[in-house]
């Protein structure tokens, strides 16, 4: 019986959950000892094809750059490895011997793992490893258009973990992904986190599943380059970071905003390193190019050239052209250059005064970015630290590339390809996602303080029935009383006496 893509796919997800399932049960058995030597082994597997991914990668999407791809392999295997090595994830991970708490690890289950075609590998051997270490499963739905090297990158992964002696079907993967299936795999009863990495809407879907999710939002990340910037030094940074892998990962710099009285300094040392600025003409061709509707981002340019999007646009440049620069006076989704271009194109805002240049920043994370990045040159200590209590993002990014210190490569922030964006954009979690964020903690906790629970007042107990039908209080000391007062001294008890006192106390307890 032939069966359509979409039942292929959903039929193929089932079966990898199940097997991740019963894989995972049996992992939970694993000491850290042997966890650790699982990931170590996946990791360096992972690295040593970091070259081959990256050249799999480019060639499938037509995205990015074999060599920068080839770094971001790197990041995903062997900078990760080394950033959760030495954490424990695995039985009691703390004793606080002073207020007797005890902390103990223990895993979520199956993760489903969602995998963007900017990233497709480094991702993928990512949320692998931080799976592997928290001895969870994981489940991937690739991107459509990166399947083959998201799932050669998974391949490597699994081999390499089993070798080491994990179960099999640890690592899992929809080889045939649609959306049907990973709607389904979001929703799965044996599912228990989500790791979405995407659009907006697929993020949306991970949120409204029903389970625990880790989601980012989009990055439209505004590079602010103050008066007291070495403005030659930031604008070789930022050249180098926004043509990174052609602008692919979401951390990096989308729109320039400039002090009035560096500006023109910026501009020449922009050009200086590969930046064309353009002209009205030009820059009307390419807004088109970028933008054909408003607030829609067209998918041709991602990871393309500037180069090649010139060439889209009707637009001549130098073959040496690294971004393409348009200055701009507005911000909004019917302008272009201010949106989310995931592409070496950038805004250029020229601010007269501090305040301006907050308030474009602002703007463009707001159209965009909330929640995500910025990036900011300068040699103020007090303009950092006044962008870092004031601008509404999770990352703040000093005198450094946007792209890659972000996820972890040139700063200390943990490295991850999972940026979360908090409360600002709309996620769970403002951290960058690692390892720690895929184990749940109980808690065992002795007591360690006296405390005097106060008896209740003689009048509330006096009115509370329950209390009286325990005998004790005064009504029943009062009755007891006059009975042994009814004893005479020769011994004899008169018995109608006692037995009408009885018969008051059954019927004032019984209306009661």
Known sequence: MHLDQDLQSIQEMRDAVKR?????????????????????LTAEAAYAKSLELAQMAVQETGMGIVEHKKIKNEVGSMAVYESIKDEK????????????????????????????TTNPTSTAIFKALISLKTRNAIVVSPHPRAVNCTVEALKICQEAAVKAGAPEGLIGWISKPSMAATNELMKHRDVNVILATGGGALVRAAYSSGKPAYGVGPGNVPCYIEKTANVAKAAAMIVDSKSFDHGTICATEQALVIDRNVQQMAIRELRNNGAYLLNEEEKALVA?????????????????????IAEMAGVSVP?????????????????????????????????????????????????GGRGHSLSLHTNDDAVAKDFALEMPVSRLMVNTLSSIGAVGATTGLM??????????????????????????????????????IPKPSA??????????????????????????????????????????????????????
């Open 288 to 308: 088109k190019t970028i933008s054909p509707s408003p607030g829609y981002l067209n998918p041709a340019i991602v990871g393309q050239s500037a180069v090649k």
């Open 89 to 116: 994830t695995v039985g009691i991970i703390k004793e606080d011997r002073v207020n007797k708490v005890t902390e103990v690890a223990y895993p979520y289950g199956v993760v489903a793992g969602i995998i963007p």
């Open 415 to 452: 490295p991850s390809l999972t940026l979360g964006c908090g409360s600002y954009g709309g996620n769970i979690t403002s951290d960058n996602v690692t390892a720690r964020h895929l184990i749940n903690i109980k808690r065992m906790a002795y007591g360690i303080k006296e405390v005097s």
């Open 319 to 367: 073959a040496e052209t690294r971004v393409l620069i348009a200055e701009e006076t507005r911000v909004g989704k019917d302008v272009p250059f201010s949106i989310e271009k995931l592409s070496p194109v950038f805004a250029l805002y020229t601010a007269d005064t501090y305040a301006e240049a907050k308030d474009y920043c602002t703007k463009l994370l707001n159209l």
């Open 20 to 40: 991740a399932k019963e894989a995972q049960l049996e992992y939970m058995s694993y000491s850290q000892e042997q966890v650790d030597k699982i990931v170590k």
């Open 459 to 512: 009048s509330f107990a006096a009115s509370a029935p329950a209390a009286e039908a325990k005998g004790g209080t005064n009504d029943v000391e009062k009755i007891v009383d006059q009975v042994l007062k009814q004893v005479e001294p020769n011994g004899e008890v008169d018995a109608k006496a006692i037995a009408e006192m009885v018969n008051q106390v059954i019927k004032k307890y019984q209306t009661n």
